[in-house]
């Protein structure tokens, strides 16, 4: 008769041996989750909204969605087809192989088209091949009165072999706005839009206008200390 007692040393054999297919099982799960209510909550179409993703270990969308309809009234003065401007939280920390697996649903059915990223998600981002070269826009005068320090980057081609420096994104260490509304922890953080997304130039509008208004927001604060 086999031996149905429990025990801490059972127990611990058990995990041993099949830990490893628990771990993947509920990565599985989270994932099929995610995929789920992605594709069937119901929202504006992803070329008539822009969908800024808040890609950390913690997060909070809501204190940057009261701010949302002002960015959409501003953003539609240039484009009246968009009709929403909408920020989500995106879990990603050092459970790595899970975090990729969320983060690349996402990107892959396209309705990204920015992201708000701690350093560990920047780097999937980055190596993802997910992102936009922000040289041109930057040149432009692009984000040019909030006075963020460009995050440059050296990536290789795997086909040829180029290597290629090129801005992925902008640092966020000087946007403490982002913490004191407990929205974000801006610290080592960064800012990056999406190359499939399906409103490039209304989201890096949108983050222009967050982005000032932030900045102004910690120049304030500074002044009145």
Not at 22 to 27: C, D, E, F, T
Not at 179 to 194: E, I, P, W
Request: charged share 20%; net charge negative.
């Amino acid at each position: 008769m086999p031996d149905t007692k429990f025990s801490w040393r059972g127990l611990r054999e058990h995990l041993r041996k099949y830990l490893f297919i628990y771990l993947v099982g509920i990565a599985l799960g989270l994932v099929g989750a995610e995929l789920l209510w992605t594709m069937t909550r119901p929202r504006i179409p992803n070329e008539a909204s822009v969908n800024i993703y808040l890609a950390s270990d913690y997060s909070d969308a809501e204190p940057l969605n009261a701010l949302a309809p002002d960015l959409l009234s501003r953003v539609q003065a240039d484009d009246d087809a968009i009709q929403q401007v909408y920020f989500e939280s995106l879990m990603y920390n050092d459970q790595v192989y899970t975090s990729n697996m969320l983060l690349l649903t996402r990107l892959s059915v396209g309705e990204c088209d920015a992201f708000l990223a701690a350093p560990l998600a920047m780097d999937a981002l980055v190596d993802s091949g997910a992102l936009i070269p922000l040289d041109d826009a930057l040149a432009q005068g692009w984000m040019s009165a909030c006075d963020l320090e460009p995050y440059v980057v050296t990536t290789e081609d795997e086909d040829t072999g180029l290597s290629t420096t090129w801005t992925a994104g902008l640092r966020l260490d000087s946007v403490d706005a982002l913490a004191q509304m407990g929205a974000f922890d801006n610290r080592g953080a960064f800012l990056c839009v999406v190359a499939n997304g399906g409103n490039v130039e209304a989201s890096m509008k949108a983050l222009e206008y967050l982005m000032s208004d932030l900045t102004e927001a910690n120049h304030a604060a500074t002044k009145a200390a």
